[in-house]
C-alpha cells in the first residue's frame, strides 16, 4: 500500500516541467536567482539556474558585484540542458557584453523557443548591473529571440530613447521594442502613479491593457523578477504568452499584498 502511494507521488513529481533561469545572485534573497527559484516552486515548476553574477545585497541595496566568467556561466547552462528538459528559460541580470553575446548562441544552439528576457540593468537601488554597451547588444541580439520581453518604465526608456510617462507612451514604447524581433513585448506600468497599475502588452498586431489594483507597500523588493519568473513558469506550463502575462501579474498582485517587513530597507515580495 505505501510502495503504491510512493510510486504514485513520484510519478506527479516527475511530471513538474523544468525552467531554467540565467541572472544574477541577491545575497539579500530577496530578487535575482532566489526570487526566480522560489516563484518556479510556488507555481509546480522545477527551478534550474545558471549565475552570471554574485552580488553582496540587503534590503538597503547593493554593496559589491562580482560577475561570473562567461566559459563557467555557459558550463551552467550546458550542464543543465544536456541532462533535462527545460520547457522555458529566463534571463535577467546578464552583466556583461560577453555573456549577453554567450546567451545568444546558446539560445540557438539549443531552440529556446520559450526565452523571457527581463531586461536588468539598474537595481531597485540606482546601482548599474549591466555593463556600458551590453544594452545596445541586448537589443540587437537577445529582442530577436525573445519569446515575451518585459522592461519597465525605465528599461523601456533606455533601450527605445523615448519619453515614457503614460500609457500612450508605453504603447509608442512596446511597439518600438516589438520591431527588434520580440514576439511579445510587455512594459510595466508599476512605477506610474494611480490607485490602478496598468501593463501594456503588444503582440505585433493589437495592444492589450492589462489593469490590477495597486498594492501599498514599501516591500517591493524582487516584483519584476517575480514577474517575468512566474511569465517563464506559465510558459513552461503550456500557458500561451498572453495568458502567462495576465497570470503573472495576478502572482505579483498577491506577492506583493504578503511581502515581507524584513531588514531596514524595502523588504521582498513573497511569491
Known sequence: MRTGCLQQERQWIMRWPVALTIAGSDSGGGAGIQADLKTFYSLGVH?????TSITGQNTLGVRTRF?????????????????????AVKTGM?????????VS???????????????VAISSSGQPLLDRGAEECLRELLLPRARVFTPNLREAATLTGLEVTGVEEMKEAARSLWMYGARLVVVKGGHLPGRCVVDVVYDGKKYHELKGPRVYTADDHGTGCVFSSAVTAFL??????????????????????G????????????P
Open 47 to 51: 527551478g534550474t539556474c545558471a549565475i
Open 67 to 87: 560577475d561570473v566568467p562567461v566559459e563557467v556561466v555557459v558550463a551552467q547552462v550546458e550542464a543543465v540542458v544536456e541532462d533535462m528538459e527545460v520547457a
Open 94 to 102: 546578464l552583466a556583461t557584453v560577453e555573456v549577453v553575446r554567450a
Open 105 to 119: 548562441e546558446l539560445a540557438d544552439r539549443y531552440s529556446w523557443n520559450n526565452m523571457v528576457v527581463d531586461p
Open 236 to 257: 513552461a506550463l503550456g500557458l500561451d504568452p498572453l495568458d502567462a502575462i495576465r497570470r503573472a501579474k495576478e502572482v505579483v498582485t498577491r506577492a506583493l499584498a
Open 259 to 270: 511581502s515581507l517587513r524584513l531588514g531596514k530597507g524595502r523588504g521582498p515580495v513573497n
